[in-house]
């Protein structure tokens, strides 16, 4: 036998075992269920089974409806909240890039609440609280005034009443 025609069985040889292997130990994977691989914890419950996907994280309740099991998702608050989490940033930073376009020094006239803040020179932030114009001083007094009035005929009516009774 030529060492080449050796060699070239030997080869053979060794791809067929290599075959063989990778053969057999797909086979085995493929026949096993999930759960003997650890993707699926079940935890027995009163009316069911509680299962615990390894590689996803989803939680399904399985119960037997008398023609076979059946698996529900349970909801994931977790997610739905992340979610909110998420629509809530993207929302924040939508308003913020609205409220940089429309520039420092913008007249407020559309009757919003007053700002809350104006950046200074040293990234401070002041507080600008509108002040009360006369006509609302004007009001306010004479509702000081009527609340007053009011109080005093209240007291006299009280020192005129002889039972004690008003």
């Not at 509680?50 to 399904?60: E, K, N, P, Y």
């Not at 009516?157 to 008003?166: T, V």
Request: charged share 30%.
């Amino acid at each position: 036998m030529s060492p080449v025609t050796s060699r070239l069985k030997g080869l053979a040889s060794l791809a067929a075992i290599l075959l063989w292997f990778a053969g057999s130990s797909g086979a085995k994977a493929e026949s096993r269920p999930d759960t003997e691989n650890g993707r699926y914890t079940l935890s027995q419950t009163a009316d069911g089974f509680i299962r615990l996907d390894t590689r996803t994280g989803a939680v399904s309740t399985c119960r037997s409806n008398g023609k076979g099991w059946s698996c529900y998702a349970v909801p994931d608050e977790r997610k739905a909240m992340d979610d909110e989490i998420g629509r809530l940033q993207a929302e924040n930073e939508r308003l913020r890039a609205q409220l940089a376009s429309r520039g420092p020094d913008t007249d407020d006239t559309t009757g919003d609440a007053p700002k809350s803040g104006t950046p200074k020179a040293d990234g401070e932030r002041r507080l600008e609280i509108p002040l009360p114009s006369d006509h609302d001083i004007d009001r306010v007094m004479a509702f000081v005034e009527r609340v007053w009035q009011r109080l005093i005929e209240m007291a006299n009516r009280i020192q005129k009443d002889p039972s004690g009774k008003i």
